[in-house]
């Protein structure tokens, strides 16, 4: 059957690449600490041998004649030379500072000692141990990583022939080495005749026979060497366990654990494999292929959730949007308020998916979607499509007054975020020189709409910069002193929250110096400030967070919309009329939340993308359909200040400190890539110990008020 065929192989490639992509994650997540484990294991071995032969220096005549029988040079040199080579190039190796340049010796050294002094098993692991390195360098855990990209194509003198010469040692000759080092080992394991100097003979001995013997097969042919070498590291470790623990079995275990971090290299049975698992698996090219065409329209929460469970699976993906990065929204009033760089909270989207070769991202401006053709307009060009993801988010809304925008901006953007901080800062700047008292007052009020959760951190971050971040920079006016008004049109601030942790929130602003007006309504705002409830309260800068629309989707399908401009989707989030579009987050009028409407949240967003996921793979294979798109809500949180926070989840609620550790963890790991991680912990470490930011940059041409 043609249908069955296809099919099947569609569920063969499927499982192909998520195959290669757990492998590729696993290995990503083990060798890197275990590259280091190593390094620290033998790096400390022989620096402790090193510093407690240094405590016999005055025996020189024995170091020389015993320790370091190097007969081509005196003794005394001897020494001196073994000496430094175990308590330098050890700390190098555990700094992974110039590897292959300190492995190299300490790998003669062991070889000296076996041939020239005592013959032991030790020696000839450490040593196999050690040439690994010499081939292959540091993993990614070193300063040697971190270095290598810039030394390749530096400027300093013979550094870029020595770092491309080690990358021709490791392509060349690297797998020559794998092969030699999987041979030695697995003709230990047979118990093959050969001398103690050259051939481990305790190798057999740690093993049952039949595992030695299958175990040695498996690693002289390369097949499925990672499993191979871990089974047997664990073997020795259980058999060591019962007879009792020798350091020949350490280092045998270690050499395992290398050999599988390492893989078989090219010439073994595992990289044949390995080429025709991904030659079943690669990517159609553009044009042609049977893979089916994915557009995302949309690189933020939702969008990149759906294509992080995509990218494995046998479909062409392209990923639009009208920025380059993917922006983590949450944490933009800090941007806003001078807590954080914008490059803290955004990261490129290419550089998510540079391993993957069938994910595409184009940068550019929805402009409409043919759905009868099924193509996304992008300017003048047709991208076309066979499935597509609409996650546009939303966008400020100003209640049908547009007009207010140019005196109230919004927070959505980065654009956004920095025009905001330098509207701040600058009232700060204009103030210090204002000489008359009334415009002084007005360019030292601040007034935020809506007290919403971003309404909400945005007063609470506003309120400590101006009472500790800009404390005695001013000399004509005390920052302290600025006024900053909360409105809210409801009875309470964060209505989302129960009753008892908007109130706790609400005295956390207000110990802060905010002023908070409920059962508020903004009339009108203009260039003088806010008129609220018929009062004119003048104002330098007005900033909004009362309210979102969605995004123009429901425009561009031609489709009814819900009152905040989303799209209705039925239980797969897929839009009405249309089973090949699909919309989330933001973007979609969902009921998934048992019969209620989905929250315009992050994780909302995210489960939504990872639902759209799971029906197309489903799709795909010709499997039954997951269960419907249930929202499972994991709690809220809302920060004030740099030690309150509340958090809602459900039964748990905690506020103050314990809630601010929370809301900050929580964060940190929702960041996108390690390096917005710690440049975010460091900057909050920063802030909290010194009240002082390093962002208070007042950049572009802030519009005066």
Same mark, same amino acid.
């Given at each position: 059957?043609?249908?069955?065929?296809?099919?099947?192989?569609?569920?063969?490639?499927?499982?192909?690449?998520?195959?290669?992509?757990?492998?590729?994650?696993?290995?990503?997540?083990?060798?890197?600490?275990?590259?280091?484990?190593?390094?620290?294991?033998?790096?400390?071995?022989?620096?402790?041998?090193?510093?407690?032969?240094?405590?016999?220096?005055?025996?020189?005549?024995?170091?020389?004649? &015993?320790?370091?029988?190097?007969?081509?040079?005196?003794?005394?040199?001897? %020494?001196?030379?073994?000496?430094?080579?175990?308590?330098?190039?050890?700390?190098?190796?555990?700094?992974?500072?110039?590897?292959?340049?300190?492995?190299?010796?300490?790998?003669?050294?062991?070889?000296?000692?076996?041939?020239?002094?005592?013959?032991?098993?030790?020696?000839?692991?450490?040593?196999?141990?050690?040439?690994?390195?010499?081939?292959? *360098?540091?993993?990614?855990?070193?300063?040697?990583?971190?270095?290598? +990209?810039?030394?390749?194509?530096?400027?300093? +003198?013979?550094?870029?022939?020595?770092?491309?010469?080690?990358?021709? @040692?490791?392509?060349?000759?690297?797998?020559?080495?794998?092969?030699?080092?999987?041979?030695?080992?697995?003709?230990?394991?047979?118990?093959?005749?050969?001398?103690?100097?050259?051939?481990?003979?305790?190798?057999?001995?740690?093993?049952?026979?039949?595992?030695?013997?299958?175990?040695?097969?498996?690693?002289?042919?390369?097949?499925?060497?990672?499993?191979?070498?871990?089974?047997?590291?664990?073997?020795?470790?259980?058999?060591?366990?019962?007879?009792?623990?020798?350091?020949?079995? @350490?280092?045998?275990?270690?050499?395992?654990?290398?050999?599988?971090?390492?893989?078989?290299?090219?010439?073994?049975?595992?990289?044949?494999?390995?080429?025709?698992?991904?030659?079943?698996?690669?990517?159609? $090219?553009?044009?042609?292929?049977?893979?089916?065409?994915?557009?995302?329209?949309?690189?933020?929460?939702?969008?990149?959730?759906?294509?992080?469970?995509?990218?494995?699976?046998?479909?062409?993906?392209?990923?639009?949007?009208?920025?380059?990065?993917? /922006?983590?929204?949450?944490? $933009?009033?800090?941007?806003?308020?001078?807590?954080?760089? #914008?490059?803290?909270? %955004?990261?490129?989207?290419?550089?998510?998916?540079?391993?993957?070769?069938?994910?595409?991202?184009?940068?550019?401006?929805?402009?409409?979607?043919?759905?009868?053709?099924?193509?996304? /307009?992008?300017?003048?060009?047709?991208?076309? &499509?066979?499935?597509?993801?609409?996650?546009? *988010?939303?966008?400020?809304?100003?209640?049908?007054?547009?007009?207010?925008?140019?005196?109230?901006?919004?927070?959505?953007?980065?654009?956004?975020?920095?025009?905001?901080?330098?509207?701040?800062? !600058?009232?700060?700047?204009?103030?210090?020189?204002?000489?008359?008292?009334?415009?002084?007052?007005?360019?030292?009020?601040?007034?935020?709409?809506?007290?919403?959760?971003?309404?909400?951190?945005? !007063?609470? %971050?506003?309120?400590?910069?101006?009472?500790?971040?800009?404390?005695?920079?001013?000399?004509?006016?005390?920052?302290?002193?600025?006024?900053?008004?909360?409105?809210?049109?409801?009875?309470?601030?964060? +209505?989302?929250?129960?009753?008892?942790?908007?109130?706790?929130?609400?005295?956390?602003?207000?110990?802060?110096?905010?002023?908070?007006?409920?059962?508020?309504?903004?009339?009108?705002?203009?260039?003088?400030?806010?008129?609220?409830?018929?009062?004119?309260?003048?104002?330098?800068?007005?900033?909004?967070?009362?309210?979102?629309?969605?995004?123009?989707?429901?425009?561009?399908?031609?489709?009814?919309?819900?009152?905040?401009?989303?799209?209705?989707?039925?239980?797969? @989030?897929?839009?009405?009329?249309?089973?090949?579009?699909?919309?989330?987050?933001?973007?979609?009028?969902?009921?998934?939340? !048992?019969?209620?409407?989905?929250?315009?949240?992050?994780?909302?967003?995210?489960?939504?993308?990872?639902?759209?996921?799971?029906?197309?793979?489903?799709? @795909?294979?010709?499997? +039954?359909?997951?269960?419907?798109?249930?929202?499972?809500?994991?709690?809220? $949180? %809302?920060?004030?200040?740099?030690?309150?926070?509340?958090?809602?989840?459900?039964?748990?609620?905690?506020?103050?400190?314990?809630?601010?550790?929370?809301?900050?963890?929580?964060?940190?790991?929702?960041?996108?890539?390690?390096?917005?991680?710690?440049?975010?912990?460091?900057?909050?470490?920063?802030?909290?110990?010194?009240?002082?930011?390093?962002?208070?940059?007042?950049?572009?041409? #802030?519009?005066?008020?």
């Amino acid at each position: 059957m043609p249908g069955l065929s296809t099919i099947t192989i569609a569920r063969a490639r499927i499982t192909m690449r998520l195959w290669l992509a757990g492998w590729r994650t696993l290995r990503a997540a083990i060798a890197p600490p275990a590259d280091l484990a190593i390094r620290i294991t033998i790096g400390q071995a022989f620096l402790l041998s090193g510093l407690v032969k240094a405590m016999h220096w005055q025996d020189a005549l024995y170091l020389a004649r &015993y320790e370091y029988p190097l007969s081509w040079i005196s003794p005394a040199h001897a %020494a001196v030379l073994g000496l430094a080579i175990e308590l330098v190039c050890p700390v190098l190796l555990m700094l992974g500072l110039f590897t292959r340049a300190a492995a190299l010796p300490m790998a003669a050294l062991a070889i000296v000692i076996q041939v020239d002094y005592q013959v032991l098993d030790t020696n000839l692991f450490q040593a196999a141990i050690l040439a690994g390195y010499v081939m292959f *360098g540091a993993g990614p855990i070193a300063i040697d990583a971190l270095l290598a +990209p810039g030394l390749r194509d530096s400027a300093l +003198p013979l550094i870029p022939r020595i770092a491309r010469a080690a990358q021709a @040692l490791t392509l060349h000759v690297g797998p020559a080495f794998q092969l030699a080092i999987r041979i030695w080992f697995g003709w230990a394991l047979l118990g093959l005749p050969g001398s103690p100097a050259i051939l481990p003979t305790g190798g057999a001995d740690a093993l049952p026979a039949m595992v030695a013997q299958v175990g040695a097969i498996a690693l002289i042919a390369g097949a499925a060497l990672p499993a191979t070498a871990i089974l047997l590291a664990t073997a020795t470790s259980g058999m060591a366990m019962m007879m009792g623990p020798s350091a020949a079995n @350490l280092w045998m275990i270690v050499l395992l654990v290398q050999l599988a971090m390492l893989g078989a290299g090219r010439l073994s049975i595992d990289r044949l494999l390995a080429v025709r698992m991904a030659a079943c698996a690669r990517p159609a $090219l553009a044009g042609g292929g049977d893979w089916p065409h994915i557009v995302i329209i949309g690189a933020g929460f939702g969008g990149m959730a759906c294509a992080a469970r995509l990218r494995h699976l046998p479909v062409r993906l392209t990923i639009v949007d009208r920025h380059n990065y993917h /922006l983590f929204q949450p944490l $933009l009033y800090q941007v806003a308020t001078a807590g954080l760089s #914008p490059a803290d909270i %955004a990261s490129p989207i290419r550089s998510q998916f540079r391993d993957d070769a069938n994910v595409r991202v184009v940068m550019g401006e929805v402009s409409g979607i043919d759905a009868d053709r099924k193509h996304v /307009l992008i300017g003048d060009w047709a991208l076309s &499509y066979d499935r597509l993801v609409i996650a546009t *988010g939303a966008s400020h809304s100003y209640f049908g007054r547009d007009d207010w925008a140019a005196f109230a901006p919004g927070l959505k953007r980065i654009e956004d975020a920095t025009a905001m901080r330098a509207r701040l800062l !600058a009232a700060f700047e204009r103030a210090e020189t204002a000489t008359d008292v009334m415009e002084r007052n007005a360019l030292l009020t601040f007034v935020i709409v809506g007290a919403g959760p971003t309404g909400v951190e945005l !007063a609470g %971050a506003l309120a400590e910069l101006a009472r500790f971040g800009l404390q005695e920079e001013f000399r004509d006016i005390d920052p302290a002193s600025a006024r900053i008004i909360l409105v809210q049109s409801g009875a309470r601030i964060l +209505p989302a929250f129960p009753e008892g942790l908007s109130a706790r929130a609400q005295a956390s602003l207000e110990k802060l110096g905010v002023t908070i007006w409920t059962n508020s309504r903004v009339q009108a705002i203009d260039a003088q400030g806010v008129t609220i409830d018929g009062e004119l309260v003048r104002a330098g800068t007005v900033l909004w967070a009362a309210g979102v629309v969605a995004s123009p989707a429901a425009r561009w399908l031609d489709v009814a919309a819900d009152p905040a401009g989303r799209v209705p989707v039925d239980m797969h @989030l897929r839009v009405e009329g249309h089973p090949d579009i699909f919309a989330i987050g933001d973007t979609a009028a969902s009921s998934g939340w !048992a019969g209620r409407p989905v929250p315009g949240l992050a994780p909302a967003a995210k489960q939504g993308g990872e639902h759209v996921a799971r029906f197309i793979r489903a799709d @795909l294979e010709a499997r +039954p359909l997951p269960a419907p798109f249930a929202y499972r809500h994991q709690g809220s $949180l %809302a920060t004030i200040g740099r030690k309150a926070a509340i958090a809602d989840f459900g039964r748990l609620r905690l506020w103050g400190a314990p809630a601010w550790w929370l809301w900050g963890a929580i964060h940190v790991l929702f960041l996108s890539g390690l390096r917005n991680r710690a440049s975010v912990m460091l900057s909050w470490m920063w802030a909290y110990l010194t009240f002082r930011s390093g962002t208070r940059l007042i950049t572009g041409a #802030p519009q005066r008020t």
